[in-house]
Structure formats: structure tokens, C-alpha cells
């Protein structure tokens, strides 16, 4: 198996320790960041959407993917941009205010991060001056949204309503997501998009980047 | 009279257990661990402060919450005010008569619907759309005539009003279909205020809402172990209003808790333990019912399961845990993660029906619910009135007397007689033999001739019978004006928020 099968293999499997290793040797053997990027890591991930959509892996199975994936684009990253690659993107991520359900969002943050994202991520019960002060700060390419009840969705449009009365909005994607969403209501709020569970957010931020 | 008989046992009902004793034991010493040792996150200052005077330990204080954790003594203490029985009884009809209770305590079994569902399943034309003010109107109209629904939860949300004040409109709609219990929900507690009003009014004043409350407030801790400010307020109203609270968590296995059901159970019990100690705090005597949506997560889809035979294991496992708790539970039923009224609602439905029925659940809820409780569907109701009255049949079991063995009858007729023309049959086939309503048992021609017709075509002849019957408004014109008129109120007091009108619809 060559070194970038190798690489691929251990997204593939899900191996968050050993992905790592295998990129740091093969940056030592000088193969070229943007090489490892995308005849490696990118590679693993695809398969591993091909067999996820497959039915064939399953949701923690993925995410130990993701993790590995997300391990190595830390240690890959400052040598893609000393190599002068452009780079997917960031994205900001947070359950706004009033809202304490984590998951969905965390789901779409590894599925983002497989990807190949830089994702940060403001947890829960985040506030739209929260959102602001983080867009200020990171200069993020897409926000993500994310709520889980119907009295909390709104807060989804006051962060929006925020992000443009802070001068932000034009330079940004913002896509939402959460069961009680769907796209007309995405539309309504002023989103760009909507995303039915954490692939088709993945996807979306893929498409937003240019990079699907 | 002679005894013959001795160290005989009866079963009244069939039964049914999931956990011994022991096994029960183990899970709640083992969530009074989790509560002492990890405990739960609390985003509300002054649930802190009262769980802190009240002997909790408050650690790791962060801008919006605190970690509490409670020494076990305190749960004693709690559970010693904890009422064991609650009761919801619903409003009037015209006769005075407030004719539909809810006596939940432990082995009392009440099955109604879900509530909340931003989508509904149009009863004419089949469409999946978003819920109106009309749907759950017509929704409690079928809870009302259908004899095995015996309280009402919001089957959709009224998305053409505004959501900021969408739940003291849904309440209206309701009331407006049923005088059945009600398990409303509240968007905060405002919302919550304005909608005990509206059933003061509705009952005729707070005296008789002392008397017996006329609605639940449905209250959702978030898993795994955090309680949100909204959540926290609602109890603490709750608890000093007389409103007996549903404070349940809905953890997910392998989700938001562990994917080992027995560890689901402790977590969500902590959950609710947590609920139990803050309401007799705040008041001794505070009503409380636990529950009751625990199911696990699909690992291909990342979906909530209502269907699965895990939601009906981990609810009936939890039913034991509340009867030997002597809480009143929140159970789980009559729901399906099918996307249509089709097989799969039937069949999902008809094993958690059958199981919560079986266990012994208090207020068995979410009868109605498709999608993994995004979508309300009509039919699914009407046919689950059906499951749940056949599954009556089999919890009335078999009573074993003289009479029923029959031996004297069986000599009467004798080898190669028949029982048809016996008063033995005639006096008892009626209430020994269960007789299906919608479920057919023709011969083929008959069955032929009354135009071939499917269980789900049968269904949905029933539904719009029911629907489309004249039926005598339960709200007089003068009520319906004042209740409208809170909900009035409420937009104008609201009206300025221009993002929250026309949110939905």
C-alpha cells in the first residue's frame, strides 16, 4: 500500500492517532501538503460518504472519521497555506440563544470538519452578539445555525437580523438547520440555505465554499 | 361452605414486568450517584439559589449556569412530599359536568396524544404541511369522540398565528374541540400565565381549578443533564400554581446518553430527579409526573426513533422504575417514524400500544405522532383508538371462576352439541368477546359488495365522519369571545416583535 493509501485507509477506519503520524511522516518524506490533502485524506472521507450513504457505515463509525480527519488537518493546515493552497474554508457554528441541544449542530461540525472546514464552534445558548463578536474575530466564510424547538427559531432570525445591522452579512453565507426548520422558513429569516441533517449541511457549506 | 382451595393466586390482569426489584434498585441508586457525583447543569440563577439553600453543593459557575449536585438525602426528602397520585380533570360541558378525569398513580393506564408537531398530514388531501389553527381544532374533535383518547395534546402547532404567542392560540383550539384533559405546552411564562387564565376562565374560576387542575404543562429537560432557564422558570410556576407538571427528558441512546439502555434509564431518571427535589423546594406537595420518551438514536440516519422496539422497551422499563417509585409516569405510544399512514404506522404503533398497556403506563402520550414526531396524522389516531381498545381486551385477562369454567354448561350440552342458542353465551358473549370497530371480519362476498374497501380506506371513512358530524359547540359564543380575547391580548403586547408574526405560515 503506498504511503496516501495508507492515509486514506486510516480515515477510512476511523484511526484519529495513527492518521496523524502517517501525514507527519509522509510531510517528513516530502510529499507535497496539497498531495496528502487530496490523494489521501480526501479520499478516505469520500469513501466514507459513499459507504455512510450506502448504508454500509454508520453514524459513530463516521465520526471516528471525522476525527481522524480533523487531527490531521490540524497538523496539514500551516503547510497547505505555506504551499500557497486554498483552503475550503472556515465556518462559525453555534445552537443559538435559548436553545441547550448540542448535537445536531456537533453533528454537522465533524461532518464539516471531514470535509476539510476549519470549524469553530460556539457550543449552545449562544447569543446573537455572540455570533458577532466571533464573525469579527475569526472572519468566518459561512455561519451555521442551528435550533431544535419552535420557540427558539426565532432567535435563529434575531442572529441574522444582528450579523446585518453589524455590517456583516454581505461577506458571509448563513445556513440553518434543526428538526422544526425547513427551507421555506430558512428563506423567510434571510439564510442562505437549509440543510435536512448534518450530510446535507456538510454539503451545503461544500457548495457555498466552491468546493462541491 | 366447604374449603377445598387453599395458596391459590389470581391475576386480575395480564402481566407484565421488564426490571425486578433489584434491578430497579440498581438504576436509582445509581442515578442518585450520577446526581451526588456529576450532576446536572442548571442555566437558571434562581433554581440554583433554591437548590442551593435547600443543601445542594454549586460548583463551576459560568455566566449563564451553574453545576448542582445533590446529596441523596435530599431526594429522600423530596420524595417524601411528593404526591404520589395527580389528577387532571377537564373542563365542563353545558350540563356543569366536569365528565373526563385523568387519575394517574401507579397501574392506572390513560392513552392521548402528542403535542407540537410543526407538520400534520392534511385529512382530505394527504399532503404533509404545516400545521394550522383548523388542524388542531379538528384534531382535539377526533380525541373528543374517539372513546380510548382520554387527554388531548396539541396534534401540530398553529403556525398561522404567531409564534410568540402561538400557544395561548392553541389552547383556544383545543378547548374549542374537547373537554378532555389537556397536556399543553408554553412558549414561556407569559405564555404559561396567559394559558391559566384562559382555563380559570374556562372553568370558572381559580376555586375550581384548586378543586382539579384542567390541564399538565408539558416541560423537557434537555439531555444529557441540563436544565435550561425556560425549563426551570416553568417549574417553579409550576409548583407555586397548582399546575402538576410532565418534566421529562427525552434522551437519545447513543446520543445524548448512553447507548447501553440501562444507562439511558439512569440518566433520564437523574433528570427527572432533579425536576422532583427543585418543585418540593419550591412548594411541598408540588405535583409532578416523570416520564417517558427515551429511545435511541438510528445510527444510519442520525434520526430520533419512535418506532423502534427499544422507545417501547426503555418506556415500559422506566414505567417499572415509576411504580416502584410510586411517581406518576409519563409513558410513550401509538407513534411511528413512518412518513405516511401505512403499514409501518400500524405496526410500530400496535407494539408500543400494546406494551405500554401491558407495563401499566400512566399517561401514555404521542398516539398520533409520524416522522419521528415532526408530522401529526389524523388516521394514525383514529386507528389507534382501535389498537388501544383491543389491547383493553387483553388487559382484562381471563377471570377464572366457576362460572366462567362453565362445567355446568359444558354438560348441559355435551359431546357433539353446540353453545350458540345458550343463555351462557347470550348472557356473555357481548362483554367476554371483543368486537372490532373499523378492523374488518366479513365473508369475501359481503366484504366484496361493501366495495372491497382497506383497512386504511375504512380508517379514513371514520375520520371524516367524525370531522364532518354536527356536533354542539363545547364553547358558548360569550366563553369563546373571552378566551379570544386574552389570546388578543397577548399578539397586541407582542405586536411589535415584527419578526415573530407571519414567522410560520
Known sequence: MSELEQISTAILQGEEEKAPKLVNRALRRKVSAKDILENGLLVGMGEVGVRFRAGDMFVPEVLMSAEAMRASMELLRPELISEGVKLVGKILMGTVKGDLHDIGKSLVNMMCEGAGFEVIDLGFNAAPEKFVEAIKEHQPQIVGMSAMLTTTMRAMGYTIKAIDEAGLRDRLKIMVGGAPVDAEFAKRIGADGYGSNAPAGAELAKQFAGAA | MQVRKTNYQVNATPTFQVLTEDEIEAIYYAALRVLAETGVRVYEKEGVELAQSGGAIVEDTT?????????????????????????????PYKDGKRKHMMELFKNQIYYGTGSDTPFTIDPYTGERRRAVYQDVKNMAKLAE?????????????????????????????????????????????????????????????????????????YIEPVSPLSHSEEVVQKLLYCAENDIPMVYTPCPLAGATAPTTLAGTAVQALTESLFGIV??????????????????????????????????????????????????????????????????????????????????????????????????????????????????????????????????????????GGHYLAHDHTFDRFKTEIWRPTISDRQVWENWELGGSKTYQERVHERMIGILEAETEPLLDEAMYQELRRICELADDRHKDEELDVQMFV
Open chain 2, 63 to 91: 455566566e449563564d449556569s451553574s453545576l448542582v449536585k445533590i446529596p441523596s438525602w435530599m431526594v429522600d426528602k423530596a420524595r417524601a412530599t411528593l404526591p404520589e397520585r395527580v389528577t387532571v380533570v377537564g373542563p
Open chain 2, 145 to 217: 369522540a374517539l372513546p380510548n383518547i382520554d387527554f388531548f395534546m396539541s396534534l401540530g402547532i398553529t403556525q398561522d398565528t404567531a409564534v410568540g404567542t402561538y400557544d395561548r392560540w392553541q389552547y383556544l383550539a383545543m378547548l374549542e374541540g374537547t373537554n378532555k384533559p389537556i397536556n399543553i405546552t408554553a412558549v414561556d411564562i407569559e405564555g404559561l400565565k396567559d394559558q391559566l387564565e384562559m382555563a380559570y376562565i374556562r372553568l370558572g374560576g381559580k376555586e375550581e381549578w384548586k378543586k382539579a387542575p384542567a390541564f399538565s404543562l
Open chain 2, 278 to 415: 427543585l418543585s418540593q423546594l419550591r412548594k411541598p406537595g408540588a405535583q409532578v409526573i416523570i416520564g417517558g420518551l427515551m429511545s435511541n438514536m438510528d445510527m444510519k440516519t442520525a434520526v430520533y426513533c419512535y418506532g423502534s422496539p427499544e422507545m417501547a422497551l426503555l418506556s415500559a422499563a422506566y414505567t417499572d422504575i415509576t411504580k416502584w417509585l410510586r411517581v406518576p409516569e409519563y409513558e410513550t405510544a401509538g407513534c411511528s417514524d413512518t412518513k405516511c399512514f401505512d403499514e409501518q404506522a400500524l405496526l410500530e404503533a400496535s407494539i408500543n400500544i400494546a406494551t405500554a398497556g401491558l407495563i401499566g403506563g400512566n399517561m401514555i402520550h404521542d398516539v398520533g405522532y409520524i416522522e419521528q414526531g415532526l408530522t401529526s396524522c389524523p388516521e394514525l389516531l383514529v386507528a389507534s383508538d382501535e389498537i388501544i381498545d383491543r389491547t383493553k381486551r387483553i388487559l382484562r385477562g381471563i377471570p377464572v371462576t366457576d362460572e366462567t369454567l362453565a362445567l355446568d354448561v359444558m354438560d348441559e350440552v355435551g359431546p
